[in-house]
């Protein structure tokens, strides 16, 4: 039971960490709407303090798996071998990791979405600079066109 019990302090502490993404990806939504380059680049190097720990973590889940003779097996396949209370504790945790990840995954989809609405915003006015750079007539008023006809 004390190893199922590290298991479930695992699915846990994951559900913990992924809501801390899920949070980030809100703050890194809201720089890049108001173009906050210093704000983005702190969340970049928030989310790779979290992916540090992530790994860490994931050395923990391996060590007690294999302390449980299961390595290798999925949260779902650990869950479908235990029995009675371990069963039901396990699966709540996994219920609440897994709607946490669903979150996180909506939220990065969408500043990815975001991230590239202002990249194509970029590419256009880069775009019309360098047809008004190539084309210095393109950018005279109508009105002084006209004139340098008459």
């Given amino acids: 039971m004390q190893d199922i019990q590290k298991l479930h302090d695992i699915l846990t ?3 913990a ?21 210093p704000k983005l680049d702190n969340c970049m ?3 790779q303090v979290i992916a540090r720990r992530l790994r860490g973590l994931d050395a923990k889940r391996e ?3 294999a302390e449980l003779r299961m390595p290798g097996l999925t949260f779902k396949e650990i869950i479908e071998r235990a029995e009675g209370e371990e069963k039901e504790t396990l699966s709540e945790a996994y219920i609440q990791l897994e ?3 669903a979150c996180v995954k909506e939220a990065t989809e969408c500043s990815k979405k975001y991230i590239e609405l202002h990249l194509k ?3 256009f006015l880069l775009t019309q600079l360098d047809h008004v750079k190539n084309n210095p007539d393109s ?3 109508p009105e002084k066109k006209h004139e340098e006809k008459v």
């Fill in 13 to 15: 502490e994951l559900t």
């Fill in 45 to 47: 190097k928030d989310e």
């Fill in 63 to 65: 060590k007690v798996q």
């Fill in 139 to 141: 950018q005279a008023s």
């Fill in 99 to 101: 709607g946490r990840l």
């Fill in 17 to 37: 960490i992924f809501e801390e993404l899920f949070e980030l990806e809100s703050v890194k939504i809201d720089a890049i709407a108001a173009n906050d380059i």
């Fill in 121 to 123: 915003s970029l590419d």
